[in-house]
């Protein structure tokens, strides 16, 4: 697919503006994988394509349950089409069971203690300070997004959260927690100011098979190696892969 000019780059994509449509752009997704902000860094031969897949898996069911998003199409696995957006310096993150960073900072609370409500955080996007965790008021007296826009970050967090956790439990997989970013859309022609934006997958949440840590499937198991070879890279791979998979059966998950 022809692109056009780079926009910006992360870790693991490359945004590019469209080249025919100014209100688009075009995701590329990298093989890159990395942990601590950044200090662990690796290449894994064809995870750009899983992660776009399963992307794509996901935005098209986000879709489908018409919750606004800024996904247009996937034309090829490592490439998604979405709309412009402004993207708040904020990821914010649903949690279902206690696992990872709140344990760190919560030890006394057990690992896999649930929390019904979901328990809804801010982090502020910022490598150098480690991405801390940002109150609802340090959003508002910092003016990263408005009262209202973290009201709907919170209601549409928790939408998004609830029917991949339904989509997932129907193959008895438990979702763990989940990472999603909003942003502010150039055009209001979809009727909403505010989208679920940038990717959902492997790298976003943390999916454990039959509510079992040890079977986890997603990025933790890289973060968990004391040390990376190809077995361990060929590892993560195969799981990047199974989840692609399944993801792919969520077209068949019925909404109602």
Same mark, same amino acid.
């Given at each position: 697919?022809?692109?056009?000019?780079?926009?910006?780059?992360?870790?693991?994509?490359?945004?590019?503006?469209?080249?025919?449509?100014?209100? $688009?752009?075009? $995701?590329?997704?990298?093989?890159?994988?990395?942990? /601590?902000? *950044?200090?662990?860094?690796?290449?894994?031969?064809?995870?750009?394509?899983?992660?776009?897949?399963?992307?794509?898996?996901?935005?098209?069911?986000?879709?489908?349950?018409?919750?606004?998003?800024?996904?247009?199409?996937?034309?090829?696995?490592?490439?998604?089409?979405?709309?412009?957006?402004?993207?708040?310096? $904020?990821?914010?993150?649903?949690?279902?069971?206690?696992?990872?960073?709140?344990?760190?900072?919560?030890?006394?609370?057990?690992?896999?203690?649930?929390?019904?409500?979901? $328990?809804?955080?801010?982090?502020?996007?910022?490598?150098?300070?480690?991405?801390?965790?940002?109150?609802?008021?340090?959003?508002?007296?910092?003016?990263?997004?408005?009262?209202?826009?973290?009201?709907?970050?919170?209601?549409? /967090?928790?939408?998004?959260?609830?029917?991949?956790?339904?989509?997932? @439990?129907?193959?008895?997989?438990?979702?763990?927690?989940?990472?999603?970013?909003?942003?502010?859309?150039?055009?209001?022609?979809? *009727?909403?100011?505010?989208?679920? @934006?940038?990717?959902?997958?492997?790298?976003?949440?943390?999916?454990?098979?039959?509510?079992?840590?040890?079977?986890?499937?997603?990025?933790?198991?890289?973060?968990?190696?004391?040390?990376?070879?190809?077995?361990?890279?060929?590892?993560?791979?195969?799981?990047?892969?199974?989840?692609?998979?399944?993801?792919?059966?969520?077209?068949?998950?019925?909404?109602?």
């Amino acid at each position: 697919m022809q692109l056009g000019p780079r926009i910006t780059e992360g870790k693991t994509k490359i945004v590019y503006a469209h080249p025919d449509e100014s209100g $688009l752009c075009i $995701l590329v997704h990298k093989d890159g994988i990395t942990a /601590g902000d *950044g200090a662990r860094r690796n290449e894994i031969s064809g995870k750009g394509a899983l992660a776009g897949r399963t992307t794509a898996n996901v935005f098209a069911l986000l879709e489908r349950a018409g919750i606004a998003t800024h996904f247009i199409q996937a034309p090829e696995p490592t490439i998604t089409v979405v709309r412009r957006c402004l993207m708040l310096p $904020l990821e914010v993150v649903m949690r279902r069971l206690a696992a990872g960073s709140y344990l760190r900072r919560h030890p006394e609370v057990a690992e896999g203690t649930r929390f019904d409500p979901l $328990l809804v955080e801010f982090f502020l996007k910022d490598d150098i300070a480690h991405d801390p965790q940002i109150s609802e008021h340090e959003i508002a007296v910092r003016n990263l997004a408005t009262s209202d826009e973290v009201r709907q970050m919170i209601e549409l /967090g928790v939408e998004v959260f609830t029917l991949l956790e339904r989509a997932w @439990a129907e193959q008895d997989v438990a979702l763990v927690d989940l990472k999603i970013e909003f942003g502010r859309a150039v055009s209001t022609e979809q *009727g909403a100011n505010l989208l679920v @934006a940038d990717v959902i997958d492997n790298d976003s949440w943390r999916i454990w098979p039959g509510g079992e840590a040890g079977r986890m499937l997603d990025k933790q198991v890289y973060r968990n190696a004391a040390t990376v070879n190809e077995g361990v890279l060929a590892d993560v791979r195969s799981r990047y892969e199974q989840v692609a998979q399944r993801t792919d059966r969520f077209a068949e998950f019925e909404l109602n």
